[in-house]
């Protein structure tokens, strides 16, 4: 439908890799302060507003149909529930475990956590939409890729190719479609796959 084709065209714009989006890549990175002076970003603003508004109408429909889902957003969700309840405020430790100074970790932490502005909200909307893009951009790259090199060293290795298909086809003429089941009956697919 409209809002699958929107999705689309808001993901490939997130993965163009113009030189004018190195350029802001850059900018942003050397420079954070000036950018933000500038008001220049890393994406256009259309990528901004589509996940915010997109993020908010999920809530929205979460909270007035009464739906809990075991997903990441649920996770989120609950998080900005229970911070607005009280029930979980930022904590910066004060200490440091002795595995951590190797790395240095808290070099830069504040050194009392009455320092620290609790009343500021960490899990607001715009906070789950970022990670919701984080979620959708590191599992799109990583699996895109891993999927192209599999493909590629299939193309290569023909009697793989050809063993992963018999596998496929006896295991789909078995159960009729592709489901859970059927997969979990494809152990050389699940093989070549954890493979590449």
Same mark, same amino acid.
Do not use: C, G
């Given at each position: 439908g409209p809002d699958f084709k929107k999705f689309k065209s808001i993901v490939e714009k997130m993965f163009s890799g113009s030189p004018l989006? /190195? &350029?802001? $890549?850059?900018f942003v990175t050397i420079a954070p302060k000036i950018a @933000? /002076? +500038?008001?220049?970003?890393?994406?256009?603003?259309? &990528?901004? @507003?589509? !996940?915010m508004n997109m993020? =908010?109408?999920?809530?929205?429909? =979460?909270? #007035?149909?009464?739906?809990? =889902?075991?997903?990441?957003?649920? &996770?989120?969700?609950s998080l900005k529930e229970q911070e607005e309840n009280g029930k979980i405020t930022p904590?910066?430790?004060?200490?440091?475990?002795?595995?951590d100074a190797v790395i240095d970790?808290?070099?830069?932490?504040? #050194?009392?956590?009455?320092?620290?502005?609790?009343?500021?909200?960490?899990?607001?909307?715009?906070?789950?939409?970022?990670?919701?893009v984080i979620f959708l951009t590191g599992g799109s790259e990583t699996v895109s890729r891993t999927i192209s090199f599999l493909? !590629?060293? $299939?193309?290569?290795? +023909? #009697?793989?190719?050809?063993?992963?298909?018999?596998?496929?086809?006896s295991v789909l003429s078995k159960h009729g479609e592709l489901? /859970? #089941?059927?997969? =979990?009956?494809m152990?050389? +697919?699940?093989q070549v796959i954890q493979e590449s």
């Open positions: 989006r /190195f &350029l802001r $890549l850059t @933000d /002076f +500038l008001n220049i970003t890393i994406s256009p603003s259309e &990528l901004y @507003d589509y !996940f993020t =908010r109408a999920n809530i929205k429909y =979460r909270k #007035e149909n009464n739906i809990h =889902r075991n997903d990441y957003f649920e &996770l989120l969700l904590h910066v430790p004060s200490h440091v475990h002795e595995d970790q808290m070099k830069y932490a504040e #050194e009392d956590d009455k320092s620290m502005d609790t009343s500021e909200k960490w899990f607001t909307d715009e906070i789950i939409a970022s990670n919701t493909l !590629f060293e $299939l193309s290569r290795h +023909l #009697e793989f190719q050809q063993k992963v298909q018999e596998e496929v086809d489901s /859970f #089941e059927a997969l =979990r009956d152990p050389y +697919l699940d």
